[in-house]
């Protein structure tokens, strides 16, 4: 439930471990209730036959879960606090915004930082005050963040947004040099162009459920998208990317 609407109605979906999925919608139908609830920032109704069995279990100490999931969102906020790239990457170890007084930083935990702000294209943004960064820029460095712990899986909500063009062209790259790294990339997007050549699964959900649930090249066609989002499309692909219009 979100508030008294009911977000998401007989799911049923398991994901693997390093596996590439894409979850496709329209705004509104459930994707990131559905993110939610595998952090644990939502819980489902208490009924007899509900599960959520996040890697084999179903009881998480919350930040031992979260240290296993790589979440990027739009929904990070400094609270007004005058932060550098670093200090955002690094927090990530603490689940914490930005650093604090009480916190230790080990040698290990600034390499870690360092390894993946170079991942990530983002080396020159180590010192750099977070409130200066472009939307791309920021969006990197929270990606750093989610990826210091080696997280078993990265978790990319609605991830191109307020980004223009090129930012949106460097942040799939990123995602698809993280995808040949070996990290199971969990994608919740309305964007066809978002969803790389290495997701070969698409799930497309719609008014709370899942409607369909297979390979990409069987879902990102014409009839099951014009469905999903209720208007007439022309869908094409160019080596592995898909675009509609």
Known sequence: MRGLRLALRDISLTIQVQEHVAILGPNGCGKSTLVKTLTRECYPLA????????FGRDVWDIFQLRSLLGIVSNDFETHGRALTGRDIVISGFFSSVGLWPHQTVTAAMEEKTAGAL??????HLAERDYSEMSSGEARRVLIARALVHEPKALLLDEPTTSLD?????ELRQA????????IGILLVTHQLSD??????????????????DGPKRDLLRREPLEALFGVTLDIAEREGHFHAW
């Open 175 to 182: 995602m698809r040099r993280l995808a040949h790294a070996g």
């Open 195 to 212: 969803i790389i050549p290495e997701i070969e699964r698409v799930i497309l959900m719609k008014d709370g459920r899942i409607v369909a």
């Open 47 to 54: 009924r007899p036959a509900t599960a959520v069995r996040i």
């Open 118 to 123: 170079q991942m990530l294209g983002a080396s």
């Open 165 to 169: 063009l090129v930012a949106q062209h």
